[in-house]
RNA sequence: GCGCCCGUAGCUCAAUUGGAUAGAGCGUCUGGCUUCGGACCAGAAGGUUUGGGGUUCGAGUCCCUACGGGCGUACCA
């Protein structure tokens, strides 16, 4: 709709004598007050300028010019300052409801993206520790971005990567070894600055029990560190597994430095003497691009930071043929990140295909007052004990909620006592809700036949209609800008639309024809619902 | 100090990316169940969009500035 009308008002632009060049883009937009029409443009008020005249004068003038056909269009007002609104007619919706209930499940979905391949990058948290609240926020957006991007036709592949070789690692092998040691009866003190959880006792003991004390006089810390790993991983996995993230795979750090894919970059970078040596370091001349100081790439230990790999591994990924690489990052990211781009864009790639998405971090309440985390010292929430309080549904949408760039105030009391209150069960009562009703129709009446549609008049109905619509945009929308609260967002005016008509509008006890229409639209927006729901990783039950 | 992000109702947050009268949920107050699920609905109160300037037909949104908060500012990740 958006596109005819586009072109309606492009063909009756182009009866002003006016370069084409100096045309302002024909936007089409819905109005925030309904009675301003179902579509609106602002073309007039744009024309302002280049025409040297009244808007209100241009939008009578366009108006005028404007040929639309009836059938879908029933009028066009001007109002305000100059504003042209439209309004759907009945015959439009009608067509268009009957559109989605040929679709059924796959309604919403588009070719928008059609033909690319996107790689995205969530997650990512180094095995340490168990998954907390912290890396739920990532998670979940991470996955439910790549949903969405599926749902716009991209082919979408998930990613964790990690590192498993640096100093975290070898820290985290400690820990485990001097639990084991004084598991084994020997009296070791504990590492300055180890891994102080319960999981770590718990590891040593598996070593304990399949070994005995056949390691205490171990010097290298390998089984320790590689245990841990393993162990961590199947740990996160399977919280991953809970909250229905499916990774497509896992990259692992360690690899680049085995394929030389570090030493390639640092050749590269230094031939065009944005590498070089100092202090017995290897540095990059981020002074170049605009930045305070130089960065270190391998330390004079011969370690490198975390910043070379992280070019290896993103020019990797573009090596690999995607069209566009989404990086999930925490605020804590948001200063490194354009190193990488800079890194990659110097070896020749094309950095605009990586998209990072920074978001705000989650402020932890607990007990009525923010809680700092930290996986060293042990004292966080798990995302399994929230979720074996609140389950993955509430989960996955309190992350959801928000904008990832404001600020998201997680308080655990909150969640957990959320329960009924949660604004996810409106949605999923208002599909439950929808699911009863249409079992009882089943009971009293059969239908053959398409439905009649037109018999649907009440206003309640026709908003409904209108915003059953709006799905596959918003999809495209929220995919776009990455930003899934929007779908949040839409789903819950959605159900609070089919509230007021459930209200005003009775389907059982109705003539069987009437009864037969307000089904088809109950099953319309039960199926929105669920398609929804879906796209964010929630369940949709048919009854609660 | 410098860089990035944020500041909207008592609280938590939206606002179609520059559009028309800034909206929801929670909380507070009033009203509504012998009828399809009351886990709901209708209504009320609550705002100088942190303050001050600017840009233009039009600013919560863009620019400058002050203040307040978060995150960075490592040869940590």
Redesign the pocket.
Do not use: W
């Given at each position: 709709m958006n596109e005819y009308l586009q072109k309606a008002l492009a063909d009756a632009l182009s009866r002003y004598e006016l370069d084409r060049s100096s045309w302002p883009d024909i936007?089409i937009?819905?109005?925030?007050?309904p009675?301003?029409?179902d579509a609106?443009t602002?073309l007039a008020?744009?024309l302002?300028?280049p025409l040297q005249s009244n808007?209100r004068k241009i939008a009578e003038q366009l108006v005028e010019y404007l040929e639309l056909d009836e059938n879908l269009v029933s009028s066009v007002e001007i109002?305000?300052?100059?504003?042209?609104?439209f309004r759907y007619s009945k015959d439009y919706l009608m067509k268009n409801l009957h559109h989605i209930l040929q679709k059924g499940e796959t309604f919403g979905s588009s070719d928008k993206n059609q033909g690319k391949r996107v790689l995205v990058e969530f997650v990512s948290a180094?095995p340490t520790g168990p998954l907390t609240v912290g890396h739920g926020r990532n998670a979940v957006l991470g996955d439910t971005i790549a949903r969405l991007l599926e749902w716009t036709g991209a082919e979408v592949d998930r990613e964790y990567y990690f590192?498993n070789a640096?100093?975290?690692m070898r820290v985290l092998g400690q820990s485990v070894q001097a639990r084991y040691l004084q598991l084994t009866g020997r009296d070791v003190p504990f590492p300055d600055g180890g891994y102080e959880g319960e999981y770590i006792r718990d590891i040593a003991k598996s070593l304990a029990v399949e070994f005995g004390d056949k390691l205490q006089d171990k010097e290298d810390i390998s089984v320790f560190k590689e245990r841990a790993e393993k162990e961590i991983f199947n740990d996160i996995s399977a919280t991953l597994n809970r909250m229905n993230i499916r990774m497509d795979s896992f990259f692992n750090?360690h690899d680049l430095y085995e394929n030389s894919s570090i030493k390639e970059v640092i050749q590269a970078l230094r031939k065009d003497d944005l590498v070089y040596d100092?202090?017995?370091?290897t540095w990059f001349r981020t002074t170049k691009y605009g930045k305070?100081?130089d960065?270190?790439l391998?330390?004079?230990?011969g370690?490198?930071?975390?910043?070379l790999p992280d070019i290896a591994y993103h020019k990797n990924k573009l090596e690999r043929g995607y069209d566009l690489c989404i990086d999930v990052f925490?605020?804590?990211?948001?200063?490194?990140y354009p190193d990488v781009l800079n890194g990659v864009r110097a070896l020749g790639y094309d950095a605009e295909k990586i998209d990072v998405l920074?978001y705000?971090?989650v402020?932890i309440v607990k007990d009525g007052k923010p809680y700092?985390m930290s996986t060293r010292k042990a004292n966080f929430v798990t995302l399994d004990e929230l979720m074996d309080e609140v389950g993955s549904d509430v989960t996955r949408f309190f992350f959801l909620?928000?904008?990832?760039?404001?600020?998201?105030?997680f308080?655990i009391a909150q969640a957990k006592e959320a329960?009924?209150?949660n604004?996810v069960?409106?949605l999923?009562?208002a599909h439950?809700?929808i699911?009863?009703?249409l079992r009882?129709?089943e009971d009293v009446a059969e239908f053959t036949g398409s439905p009649p549609l037109h018999l649907l008049e009440d206003e309640s109905e026709t908003d409904l209609i209108k915003n059953l619509l709006e799905f596959p945009e918003v999809i495209i929308?929220a995919a776009n800008?990455r930003?899934p609260?929007?779908l949040i967002?839409y789903l819950?005016s959605l159900?609070?639309s089919f509230?007021?008509?459930?209200?005003?509008?009775?389907?059982?006890?109705?003539d069987p024809k009437l009864m037969y229409a307000?089904t088809a639209l109950a099953t319309a927006t039960s199926r929105v619902l669920a398609n929804g729901l879906s796209i964010l990783g929630i369940s949709t039950?048919?009854?609660?």
């Open positions: 936007q937009e819905k109005p925030r007050d009675s301003h029409g609106a602002n008020l744009m302002a300028k808007p109002a305000g300052p100059g504003f042209i609104n180094n590192n640096g100093r975290q750090e100092e202090d017995g370091a305070d100081k960065t270190v391998i330390k004079s230990s370690e490198p930071t975390y910043r925490g605020a804590d990211h948001i200063d490194t920074v705000q971090f402020t700092k909620m928000r904008s990832p760039s404001t600020h998201l105030e308080d329960g009924e209150k604004p069960f409106y999923q009562y439950a809700r699911h009863s009703i009882k129709v929308s800008s930003e609260h929007r967002n819950d159900a609070a509230t007021t008509f459930y209200h005003d509008c009775r389907i059982l006890g109705e307000r039950p048919e009854s609660m």
